[in-house]
T-cell receptor
Framework: DTGVSQNPRHKITKRGQNVTFRCDPI?????LYWYRQTLGQGPEFLTY????????KSRLLSDRFSAERPKGSFSTLEIQRTEQGDSAMYLCASSFGTSNEKLFFGSGTQLSVL | RKEVEQDPGPFNVPEGATVAFNCTYS??????FFWYRQDCRKEPKLLMSVYSSGNEDGRFTAQLNRASQYISLLIRDSKLSDSATYLC?????????????FGTGTRLKVLA
């Protein structure tokens, strides 16, 4: 399977714990995006990498959220001191080239904070 | 005001009906536009890109009106399998960055 891969598919954690998600984009894609989606809403932009550089981060993202993309390959999204409001689907997407290129999504990581 | 706005629906239509969705965007510098389809508890998947001259793919037709800053999607001869959420996506390129913003989605239910 050469699509976007996300792990884990599901994560249940207790409030206050740290969690980390991983995304492996399509290999030749230089751009990688993280989104968060809650029920009844569209995906909400979190952050964006071009190769290893994090070019933009949503103002909605608190300091508890951090993302990395070492060597411009896979990416990790960490949430520290999780809160119940962090419960959501976290989606990763990748693309390549110009602005006309479509996004390819992974299956997402469903986070439940108890 | 949200950057990309859609009527959340739901739109309940009988099989065979024609249904249209609209989407408005606020950033006049937006460069590319897409419609994505999302099934329940699944990831979004590209339905079609939207080109300035309008484009068609089978039963689906997309239109772009840059002057009024809206995008439309028309589905003809609706099938039960068209039931899903349709997401409008706008890409704005600024100083070499490419940001894709999604609308809230419009839910469609096609009834037998």
């Amino acid at each position: 399977d050469t699509g976007v891969s996300q792990n884990p598919r599901h994560k249940i954690t207790k409030r206050g714990q740290n969690v980390t998600f991983r995304c492996d984009p399509i290999s030749e894609h230089n751009r990688l995006y993280w989104y968060r989606q809650t029920l009844g809403q569209g995906p909400e932009f979190l952050t964006y990498f071009q190769n290893e550089a994090q070019l933009e981060k949503s103002r909605l993202l608190s300091d508890r959220f951090s993302a990395e993309r070492p060597k411009g390959s896979f990416s990790t999204l960490e949430i520290q001191r999780t809160e119940q409001g962090d419960s959501a689907m976290y989606l990763c997407a990748s693309s390549f080239g110009t602005s006309n290129e479509k996004l390819f999504f992974g299956s997402g990581t469903q986070l439940s904070v108890l | 005001r949200k950057e990309v706005e859609q009527d959340p629906g739901p739109f309940n239509v009988p099989e065979g009906a024609t249904v249209a969705f609209n989407c408005t965007y606020s950033n006049s510098a937006s460069q590319s536009f897409f419609w994505y389809r999302q099934d329940c508890r699944k990831e979004p998947k590209l339905l079609m890109s939207v080109y300035s001259s309008g484009n068609e793919d089978g039963r689906f037709t997309a239109q772009l009106n840059r002057a009024s800053q809206y995008i439309s999607l028309l589905i003809r001869d609706s099938k039960l399998s068209d039931s899903a959420t349709y997401l409008c996506v706008v890409n704005t390129a600024t100083s070499g960055t490419y940001k894709y913003i999604f609308g809230t989605g419009t839910r469609l239910k096609v009834l037998a």
